[in-house]
């Protein structure tokens, strides 16, 4: 078995895809345990296992197939990504593990499906088994079955959908096998189990055998509800309770919620298949229905009952034939046909359901009179009808015509109407039987109950007993304050008989309906087939249950308001009634009150009543007085004592002092006592005639104020009024008026009867007195407040001087808002007062409608009328619609009976002629306003018709359309437009114009609704669809509905809806979903509860609540919305009221209203959201030469959610002055809107590059002005553009830098030269530069002149992507046509060359000799001497050191600003400049430029911690270079944010836990910013070394510390560890790490790891754990060639240590296997020389001897599979890499490297040599001598030529480095010595530039020779610079030679070259590893820091002078490295002692 050793050594992944099955079965064990033990369900171990998982479950070896059954059921189980490979792996369990022998495969099998369920992924599971059914294997099926039996026992049939395994159940019946039958008969069983006898009607068909079969183990099945066993995971809080309750040792109650889950909430009728009947009926079944003969009208109907016998019908037109059923049930002779058209009407209304509801109102009043019949079949037909079609609408769209029948004066209509009602209320809940209805209907019931015919009494008795029952006492009795105690005990007596269908006590079980006959077709119909609120209610009575129980039970509430009579309770509410009862006696006779009176008075009181005296009189008063106020309310009686007051002489009292008095004890009687209405008549008569008397009026208003509080305002005004105006006294007449105004101010407006009081005022109106009319102007003016414009209808005709009077008293009361009501609301609120006001608001809402007087119309509609509308000639047509149209005007309001009036409309809203339909449908936007919320009843069959007008192909049209429907919803609410499946089936049609606008209009409507009906989840298919129409605008507007139907319908529900997709447009939708589930708004909160919610100014609650943020109150749509109604004591027809009111104040409240907001929403991460969409091309990128109109929609889409609705309009209008408007709004909000505009800025910036595309030089110009404000503010906001933003943004103003109007191209360098400060100049320059391309010759020019600015104020380092690049780009400008061109290249050259001097030549390159004359010329004139070194090379991205300190962060408005103005004037002084600096340029410094620096920095320098550092400060010799040095590090830093990096750096290495804390936390902070991290490049070895020392503290002093607490140190570890994870997931400062700083970080990090007392920590496992996780960071992607190197360093180390121990070594060789493994991806970016030096240097130390006597094999097994790899990688090629190895033939390396190709050259044959990369091998190659001297002729040809010097000398380069023993020497033999020198130059100039060319250090006057390393550091400096070659050496001679060249630049002599080691000798010293350590990298750092301090004390140097060493300036010379170390190791040690 030598295999077995192979595949053991694999890593578990790949051993589970082994073609060896033993490998595998070990890889399933290994990731068994694996996957049990890793407890972080995210670990991204997971990831690594997604795609196996299915092959797991799928493995051909039965053995090993069981244990990946486990893992995978492990995985499944633990992992958060398993989710992902449910299909796949379901379908392989399916498929493969179902039809294995093995019975635990199976288990294991269904485990996983169940498994797969509980993290919620059922419905792709089920899908899969449901597949599985159709297996031709009878095992499968049988696993398939079972499975589903399962998972519907464990998780219920909540969770598993039953539909689509009932419809398979008959076909599994049908097996052969045997097998499958039982286990079929098995599901049934459990399906039973959940949902009862719903199942009996689609197994109606299986055979009779099974069926009697199935009924039997049916009748055993317990009654008990089931219960779900086993939870989702997001049904934790369920599963604890049913855990819990288990504990409790089984169902103690229940628990009211499980009650809840387990009421059986499948349908039979939702599992059925709907049946298209329409098509089928006989084709002559119109002409038979009307036949004369009754035996074909039979046939006909038999024919329909047959058709309606189907359990559930296809939805259609049932218009005709439900018309043509009424009218036999109406008009029909025969009784015998109007039972069977009652039953086919029955069977109709079952089938359709909810689509039945829009012909209901058509025929109840039909059935209901036809109850005339007496005939008991005929009867019972008919209750089955109308009950069947109850169900299919709710009571409030039938209570007109129900109650217009119950005044008929048949007893048998009347008995069989009100035991209609009596079922129906059965069926209602709270919720649904609100006062409104109950109000009407109790009225209707009341005089029933009074009738003569016993029969009717007793129905009226039921139903009032329903209706107590279902809406609880507190609701009704209100409406029985009249009834007699007898009649009261006979209600209530019925009421407990009462069995509700949505039961309280009875629960689930009330299906049974006493007197009412069911239909025996559907038996579980009636119970589920409640109305649309209801069917709500029955899926969640839990909360139900409860609300009604308070409302009747409970004690009685004191104060609680007694609405009498349904007038909303006002003055009820003041009554102190220990019952809510309104007081109600009877009169008693005069000698009855004299008893009482005697009983409660004095004597003496009594007898002066009516003495002569009016002193008497007067004193009696005031006894009685006295008497009133002592009295207890009980034992007052009120009726006995204002009659002794009315006694003569009573109200004709002639001395004012007794008569005041006489009020006032009325007034106190009626606050004090029970005060009835009985009594209130006694009186009121004189007080009203007392109203207008001087002296005595007010106490009259008193009393009379007094009496409305005790019965309430509206009965009291309405009597007060009536007596006004029975009497002639004009004075009485205008203050009943006046008193009147203000009891409505006082006790609002609900219950008053307007009516009654028009005709009072229209007489008052027309009354002589002045003071009359005005009394009754005022009133009119109160009223208004209230009713609103409404009002003014009344009085339309009356004479124009008056009607003005009224206009302008309702002009003043315009805008005011109705006071609350102060009085009326009940004093001892104790109890719910709160209930209260929601009733009383209700009331109002529907009252203020209902008080219009409404013409009934319905007589007017004649059949005449109706042919007219219906002829076939147009104008005829027309006619008849003018004439609607005047019925309608002059009735102004209209009852809701209009007859056949809505079929002969509908007909016409699809007639040919459009003007016609236009017409139409302004009558019905007239009928809405007149019939007001009425207009109810006919949405379904008039309005949804309107909605179909909405596809409409002509534009006017549509939008009649529109304004109609939204006239409609207006006055009906949302609810009734919603409910049903009629607006789904409207989207369903796939016509785009009736998309677009439906759309559209639900967007608009959707965001205002607090709570919708849950058949909007219906339309959640077809909107999908939508979302993918062929049409564009299509599927924007679906785009923008989408967040309003989440966030109705949540985004799971949303979600889940896309399972029925295909695949591809899943993912589409899914993705659209997560976009708009950030945006998605929050639901409007509740209208806040303010009682003047009526119209006039009061702005509607619509507006009012829509900016509201999250509304808790509001609850998810579907679950329940019924207990909030309950709560609310209203229904639904509260929202409609409100609505019906707001109609007219909506349009001039739109105006103001919606601009006052904020003009951009800040929607968290929806920048990020949208950024994202763009990189993953959801979207288009911005990105075009003339914006198309994709672009303008998508950006018009993306703002819809983040900018207002009114500004987005002005924006995309197509008139320009709207973007004008625009713009003015958005700069006026700039200031006040920082955070949105910044939260918008990406969509901002894209609006604007738009209008650059205008042609409107004015938006031009305003678009300039808002941007120059704009960047303003971004740069006091310190913001800095994203990449996104400014790639779609600057390259079209560039494009502005060319307009031909001087004005703004002036603005537009103004707004270029702002954006430096919030974009780096680095990056704007390749934007410009991509201007200069343009075909514009002034934004040439102007790009040109740009460039120089940017590099005059920057410096070289702007230029990208390098100088030399650059100015040969601008250089080509040179040759331009155009002169504005030509200079502006010339000016900016010589900008260059003033800022760069000679060194601008080279990089230049060839110019053509008429430019370079040209440009020669120009830099004479420009200077005799180039100008001072660069304003200042200036940081370029301020904002940078915003995080890095505190302290720094004031730093950015200094240079910045100045930089700014340096820019500027820069600009100004144009590029001529005349310099007077006389001074050589390499000895200048710009003196200002320091001074301004000292400045800034004084005034933040950073508050450094104080350490002894005097001795650091002694000084250390370094040579001193002669110029500024830049290194190429700090090419775009800022020195001030170099030094604080430098200082927070070093504070990481500080011995004081929390100071490191701190600074790693800061450290943290700018690796995590993108923008920012870019800052700590230059400084990355630096940060390692720190956290190095600070790790080694950690290792050698703090964890020995006892006193230390352990959680410091773990604290410390976990922020060392995750800043250095932050620094190496940034690749670009990962690679900056070098060879040895990595070799000491690997040290740390892998003794850390192997560190014993970490893992004894507490938390020491999760540091051990983030370490591993960190190096596996720090292989990948750090600098691959130093990450190898430092390894390769570090095994050797290792190895010969003694101390070290094995496991170390062991590690080190893990992570160099992990190399290995990364090799094929990273081979090319890693420099071979170096790599295979360093496996020479180890393989001397090691030889392959010494390697073996190893104790572990692995060292050798590690070298060998590193080189073998190497090999097979490149091939023989890799022999041209041993360059840097001097003596190649003592190197074991090369004959082994020798060895391994010709092994693999030896396998492959000579394939090998094709695949080497350059096509030829080299074997070839050495081969073709003679070719070889022909191509090397050829290159020295051109190296001759004058004109291909250069081109000649870079193919020679080229050619030896391709060919490194190619022999050049016979060429240069023969050529003059000068020729043999400069070719060697030449070709030394070209290596220095190519390996320099990403680090040149453009900025100095460094050239490029020099590479950035000014100053030679120690050797291991220099040699990690070769390093960074890319393997171009030709030896150290060069190195030498580039060494002199660099002392001698820098100003240092060579003469002491001899004494140090020459470098030859150095690098050839293998034994010396050629790696920089990091502690001699560390001293250099330390004296850094130190000239860093220096700095800030004495400033004596040039800001950018200090850090531009770059790494190692203190290291001097080789020769003087070993003694600094020494010294600098003394010095720290001093430091270390002093900081204890």
Not at 1116 to 1144: F, H, L, R, Y
Request: net charge neutral.
């Amino acid at each position: 078995m030598g295999d077995d050793s192979e595949w053991m050594k694999l890593p578990i992944d790949q051993k589970c895809e082994h073609k060896l099955w033993k490998a595998r079965l070990n890889g399933y064990e290994e990731a068994l345990k694996l996957f049990q033990k890793i407890d972080d369900e995210k670990s991204p171990e997971w990831s690594k296992y997604l795609g196996l998982i299915k092959k797991f479950v799928t493995d051909s070896n039965a053995v090993a197939q069981l244990k990946g059954l486990e893992a995978a059921l492990a995985y499944v189980e633990n992992a958060h990504v398993a989710g992902k490979t449910t299909g796949e792996v379901a379908s392989g369990v399916v498929n493969k593990v179902f039809n294995q022998p093995k019975a635990r495969a199976k288990e294991l099998g269904l485990d996983i499906c169940l498994m797969y369920i509980e993290i919620e992924k059922g419905e792709a599971v089920q899908e899969e088994l449901l597949k599985g059914l159709d297996n031709k294997n009878p095992k499968i099926i049988v696993a398939c079955i079972e499975t589903l039996r399962k998972a519907l026992s464990e998780f219920g049939s909540k969770i598993i959908s039953l539909k689509p395994i009932i419809k398979v159940l008959p076909k599994l019946f049908e097996s052969r096998e045997k097998a499958v039958r039982d286990e079929a008969k098995l599901l049934a069983v459990e399906i039973y189990r959940w949902i009862r006898d719903a199942l009996r009607p689609p197994l109606q068909n299986i055979n009779s055998v099974q069926l009697k079969e199935l009924e039997e183990e049916w009748v055993k099945v317990s009654s008990a509800a089931p219960k779900q066993t086993r939870f989702l995971r997001s049904q934790q809080e369920l599963k604890a309770k049913f855990e819990e309750q288990q504990a409790v040792g089984g169902d103690a109650d229940g628990g009211g919620d499980d009650e809840e889950e387990a009421v059986p909430q499948v349908d039979a009728y939702e599992l059925l298949e709907a049946v298209e009947i329409l098509s089928k009926l006989p084709k002559d079944f119109y002409e038979k229905i009307e036949a004369k003969k009754w035996q074909e009208r039979k046939e006909a109907l038999e024919a329909v009952e047959l058709l309606v016998k189907n359990p559930k019908l296809e939805s259609g037109d049932y218009a005709d034939l439900v018309k043509v059923l009424k009218k036999v049930v109406g008009k029909d002779t025969n009784v015998m046909l109007v039972a069977l058209a009652a039953k086919c009407l029955a069977g109709l209304a079952a089938g359709l359901r909810k689509k039945f509801g829009q012909y209901a109102g058509h025929v109840v009043p039909t059935i209901l009179e036809k109850f005339k019949e007496k005939k008991p079949q005929v009867v019972q037909a008919l209750q089955e009808a109308i009950d069947a079609i109850f169900l299919t609408t709710t009571l409030q769209n039938i209570s007109e015509d129900v109650l217009a029948v119950m005044d008929n004066k048949n007893p048998t209509i009347k008995q069989q109407t009100s035991l209609f009602i009596a079922r129906s209320f059965r069926h209602c809940t709270p919720s649904t039987l609100p006062k409104s209805l109950l109000k009407p209907f109790c009225a209707a019931l009341l005089k029933h109950i009074n009738d003569s015919a016993p029969e009717v009494r007793d129905a009226g008795f039921e139903a009032l007993g329903t209706a107590l029952k279902v809406a609880g006492e507190k609701a009704v009795n209100p409406f029985l304050a009249d009834v007699d105690k007898l009649k009261l005990d006979r209600i209530k007596e019925c009421a407990e008989k009462v069995e509700l269908v949505y039961g309280k006590k009875t629960g689930g079980a009330a299906e049974k309906k006493e007197g009412k006959p069911v239909t025996g077709k559907t038996p579980a119909l009636s119970g589920t087939g409640g109305d649309k609120e209801t069917k709500d209610g029955a899926t969640k009575p839990g909360p139900l249950k409860k609300a009604p129980a308070v409302k009747s039970g409970g004690p009685p509430k004191k104060g609680k308001p007694a609405a009498a009579a349904g007038m909303g309770g006002a003055g009820a509410k003041g009554k102190k009634g220990p019952e809510t009862k309104e007081i109600f006696e009877s009169e008693l006779s005069i000698e009855v009150c004299e008893e009482k009176a005697a009983a409660v008075l004095p004597a003496s009181c009594i007898q002066q009543l009516d003495s002569g005296n009016w002193k008497e009189r007067l004193a009696c008063m005031e006894e009685f007085q006295k008497a009133v106020e002592l009295m207890e309310r009980s034992e007052m009686p009120c009726q006995a004592l204002v009659r002794m007051l009315a006694k003569k002489p009573g109200w004709k009292e002639t001395n004012f002092q007794v008569m005041q008095m006489k009020l006032h004890i009325v007034a106190l009687i009626a606050q004090k006592g029970n005060f009835s209405k009985t009594s209130a008549q006694v009186v009121l008569d004189g007080l009203v005639d007392k109203v207008g008397d001087v002296k005595c009026g007010s106490n009259a208003k008193e009393a009379m104020t007094a009496i409305a509080e005790a019965c309430q305002l509206p009965w009291t005004a309405e009597q007060v009024v009536a007596m006004a105006f029975s009497q002639k006294n004009p004075k009485n007449q205008s203050e009943t008026l006046n008193w009147l105004s203000n009891a409505i101010k006082e006790f609002g407006f609900s219950g008053l009867n307007v009516k009654a009081f028009i005709s009072n005022v229209k007489t008052a109106l027309a009354a002589t007195n002045p003071a009359v009319r005005t009394s009754a102007i005022t009133l009119l003016g109160v009223m208004y407040l209230y009713v609103g414009p409404p009002l003014r209808m009344f009085f339309e005709d009356e004479k124009p001087a008056l009607l003005s009077q009224i206009d302008a008293e309702f002009e003043k009361m315009q805008g005011q808002t109705a006071p609350a009501p102060t009085r009326g609301i009940s004093k001892h609120s104790g109890g719910g007062g709160d209930d209260g006001e929601e009733e009383e608001q209700e009331d109002v809402g529907n009252d203020v409608v209902d008080l219009l007087p409404r013409t009934d119309i319905g007589d007017k509609i004649t059949a005449e009328l109706v042919s007219k509308i219906g002829d076939k000639n147009w104008k005829i047509r027309k006619e008849g619609l003018d004439e609607v149209t005047s019925i309608i005007n002059d009735a102004k309001f209209i009852q809701p009976n209009i007859g056949e009036l809505p079929a002969a409309l509908k007909s016409r809203l699809n007639d040919s002629n459009k003007i016609l339909v236009q017409q139409t449908l302004s009558i019905l936007q007239q009928l809405a306003t007149a019939m007001g919320p009425n207009i109810k009843q006919h949405v379904k069959n008039l309005g949804i018709p309107v909605i179909t007008v909405l596809g409409d192909s002509k534009n006017n049209v549509r939008a009649a359309a529109l304004a109609t429907v939204n006239a409609w919803a207006e006055q009906t609410g949302m609810k009734e437009w919603l409910e049903g499946e009629d607006l789904s089936e409207e989207l369903k049609k796939e016509n785009p114009f009736l998309r677009q606008e439906l759309l559209g209009w639900l967007a608009e409507k959707l965001p205002t609704l607090r709570s919708v009906p849950s058949d909007l989840l219906l339309c959640v298919p077809h909107l999908y669809s939508c979302l993918e129409d062929r049409n564009g605008d299509v599927r924007k507007k679906a785009q923008d509905a989408l967040p309003f139907f989440m966030m109705h319908l949540g985004f799971e529900k949303m979600a889940k809806a896309t399972g029925k997709l295909k695949p591809t447009s899943k993912d589409q939708v899914l993705a659209m979903l997560e976009k708009a589930k950030a945006n998605m708004p929050a639901k409007p909160a509740p209208p806040a509860k303010v009682s003047s919610r009526v119209v006039g100014g009061a702005a509607p609650a619509k507006f009012q609540s829509a900016s509201v943020a999250e509304d808790s109150g509001s609850n998810t749509m579907e679950s329940k919305p019924d207990p909030k109604k309950a709560k609310a004591g209203g229904a639904s027809s509260k929202a409609k009221g409100v609505q019906g009111k707001k109609v007219i104040s909506k349009p001039n409240l739109k105006e103001d209203d919606d601009k006052s907001g904020p003009i951009f929403i800040i929607i968290p991460n929806g920048k990020e959201q949208r950024m994202k969409d763009e990189k993953g091309l959801k979207v288009l990128k911005w990105n075009f030469t003339t914006p198309r109109d994709e672009y303008i929609e998508q950006l018009k889409t993306q703002m819809s959610s983040c900018v207002a609705k009114w500004l987005q309009d002005e924006m995309f209008h197509a008139d320009f002055q709207h973007h004008n408007k625009a713009l003015a709004v958005m700069i006026e909000h700039l200031e006040s809107e920082k955070d949105g505009v910044i939260s918008c800025l990406d969509l901002i910036l894209k609006w604007l590059t738009l209008r650059f595309f205008d042609t409107n030089t004015s938006v031009l110009m305003k678009a300039l002005e808002y941007l120059k404000l704009l960047f303003n503010l971004l740069s006091q906001e310190e913001y800095h553009l994203t990449e996104n933003e400014a790639s779609s943004f600057i390259p079209y103003l560039i494009l502005k830098v060319g307009e031909p109007k001087d004005v703004i191209r002036k603005d537009v360098r103004a707004i270029l030269n702002r954006m430096c400060l919030i974009y780096p100049a680095s990056k704007m320059f390749t934007f410009i530069m991509e201007g200069t391309k343009s075909k514009n010759s002034k934004q040439r020019a102007e790009c040109l002149e740009e460039l120089g600015c940017l590099v005059e104020s920057y410096g070289m380092n702007v230029c990208q992507p390098t100088p030399g690049k650059a100015l040969k780009e601008m250089a080509t400008h040179i040759g331009d046509r155009d002169n504005t061109v030509r200079n502006a290249a010339l000016n900016t050259i010589v900008t260059v060359y003033n800022v760069h001097g000679d060194q601008v030549f080279k990089l230049i390159g060839n110019l053509s000799e008429k430019d370079m004359s040209m440009l020669e010329e120009r830099i004479k004139r420009s200077a005799k001497r180039p100008s001072a070194a660069p304003v200042r090379q200036v940081e370029e991205k301020p904002q940078r050191t915003q995080n890095i300190s505190a302290n720094a962060s004031m730093l950015r408005k200094g240079p910045a600003e100045d930089m700014s103005s340096k820019l500027n004037q820069n600009r100004n002084m144009g590029s001529h400049s005349e310099t007077t600096h006389t001074v050589p340029r390499e000895f200048q410094l710009d003196l200002d430029e320091i001074e301004n620096d000292n400045g800034t920095v004084r005034c933040e320098m950073p508050a450094l911690v104080q350490h002894k550092l005097d001795d650091i400060f002694e000084p250390v010799l370094i040579p001193e270079p002669k110029i500024r040095a830049v290194s190429p590090h700090f090419d775009d830093m800022h020195s001030n944010t170099a030094s604080t990096i430098n200082f927070v750096i070093s504070q990481v290495a500080s011995g004081d836990i929390n100071t490191s804390i701190q600074a790693l936390a800061q450290i943290d902070e700018v690796l995590r910013q993108e923008d920012k991290a870019e800052a700590m490049s230059g400084h990355i070895d630096q940060f390692l070394i720190a956290t190095l020392m600070q790790l080694r503290l950690i290792y050698n002093t703090h964890m020995a510390d006892e006193k230390l607490d352990k959680d410091e140190i773990v604290k410390l570890y976990s922020c060392i560890i995750g800043s250095m994870i932050s620094l190496f997931q940034i690749e670009s400062l990962a690679r900056e790490a070098s060879t040895g700083v990595l070799k000491d970080l690997m040290h740390g990090l892998i003794t850390l790891m192997l560190d014993s007392r970490v893992e004894d920590l507490e938390e020491g496992e999760q540091v051990i754990r983030s370490v591993n996780l960190l190096v596996v960071k720090v292989l990948e992607k750090s600098d691959q060639t130093n990450i190898l190197s430092a390894l390769l360093v570090l095994l050797q180390d290792s190895l010969l240590a003694t101390a070290s121990s094995p496991k170390f070594s062991e590690l080190v060789m893990k992570c160099l296997w992990r190399m290995v493994r990364l090799l094929p991806e990273t081979i090319n970016s890693i420099n071979l020389d170096r790599i295979l030096l360093d496996i020479h240097i180890f393989m001397k130390v090691f030889p392959k001897e010494k390697l073996k006597q190893c104790k572990s094999e692995f060292p050798i097994r590690t070298l060998k599979t590193l080189l073998h790899t190497l090999c097979k990688l490149k091939g023989p090629k890799i022999l041209d890499h041993l360059t840097m190895i001097d003596n190649k033939n003592e190197s074991e390396l090369e004959a082994h490297l020798c060895r391994v190709m010709k092994h693999s050259m030896d396998q492959t044959g000579s394939k090998a040599d094709k695949d080497t990369e350059k096509g030829a091998s080299r074997i070839e190659e050495k081969a073709s001598k003679a070719k070889v001297n022909d191509i090397l002729a050829e290159i020295f040809k051109k190296i001759g030529s004058k004109e291909n010097t250069k081109e000649g000398l870079a193919e020679l380069y080229e050619y030896k480095k391709k060919y490194s023993d190619a022999d050049i020497e016979p060429f240069l033999k023969n050529s003059s010595q000068f020729f043999q020198s400069y070719v060697e130059r030449g070709l030394r100039l070209i290596e220095t530039e190519r390996e320099g060319k990403g680090r040149i250090a453009a900025s100095t006057g460094i050239s490029p020779q020099m590479e950035g390393t000014c100053i030679p550091a120690s050797t291991h400096a220099v040699s990690s610079s070769i390093g960074n070659t890319n393997g171009e050496e030709v030896g150290p001679s060069v190195y030498l030679e580039r060494l002199k060249i660099l002392r001698q630049r820098c100003g240092l002599d060579n003469a002491k070259q001899e004494d140090r080691p020459p470098l030859t000798s150095l690098l050839s010293k293998p034994a010396v590893p050629t790696v920089a350590s990091s502690t001699d990298m560390l001293h250099s750092k330390l004296s850094q820091l130190r000239e860093s301090r220096e700095q800030y004390q004495h400033l004596d140097l040039d800001s950018n002078q200090t850090h531009s060493s770059g790494i190692g300036t203190a290291l001097a010379s080789p020769s003087s490295a070993a003694a600094n170390i020494d010294d600098l190791k003394k010095r720290l040690e001093r430091i270390k002692s002093s900081r204890k």
